[in-house]
């Protein structure tokens, strides 16, 4: 991990913070970089929290219900019901239910961090749109149709985009 860092360092980030140094732009770079280490930040909390919520959730309720093996299943498509009759009795007895819930623990929050860092490093990019969110100036001029001020359509919109497709995701 140090030596991904160290080689993503030396050849992405200190060219960058030499050349913004060369101009005399260093506080520039330092500002873009704390906003998206900022973003970043937050996107990753909130997923990473919300992921966890959901399992301890998923887990209370796996507990307090019974697992009943002779499970029979009533969709309208018969195959779909054999297979998840194959998959029901295979689950508990194979690999899978051997595992400790130690090791499940493990590794269901080791896939909630790498959904995490997926989703923080994905909105790392909107930092520009949410600092031009909450900056943002009317226009003062409406839009015919909806009878919105155009500076929604500058500001807000492309961020309520993002969050909508970031929700999704």
Not at 58 to 64: E, F, G, L, N, T
Not at 75 to 89: E, G, K, S, V
Request: hydrophobic share 55%; proline share 5%; aromatic share 20%.
């Amino acid at each position: 991990l140090i030596g991904i860092f160290s080689f993503y360092f030396s050849t992405n980030l200190y060219p960058q913070i030499l050349w913004f140094e060369s101009f005399q732009l260093s506080s520039l770079w330092w500002f873009v970089l704390s906003a998206k280490v900022k973003v970043f930040s937050l996107f990753f909390t909130i997923t990473f929290v919300w992921l966890t919520l959901n399992f301890w959730i998923a887990r209370k309720v796996c507990d307090q219900t019974s697992f009943e093996p002779d499970l029979d299943f009533q969709t309208p498509f018969p195959a779909l019901n054999q297979i998840l009759r194959d998959l029901a009795r295979k689950s508990s007895t194979g690999p899978i239910s051997q595992l400790s819930a130690r090791v499940f623990n493990a590794l269901v929050m080791a896939g909630i961090v790498v959904l995490s860092l997926m989703l923080g490093l994905r909105a790392k990019a909107w930092w520009q749109d949410i600092y031009a969110y909450f900056n943002q100036v009317p226009f003062n001029i409406q839009d015919p149709l909806f009878m919105k001020d155009i500076s929604f359509y500058m500001f807000s919109l492309p961020l309520i985009k993002h969050l909508h497709a970031w929700g999704f995701s």
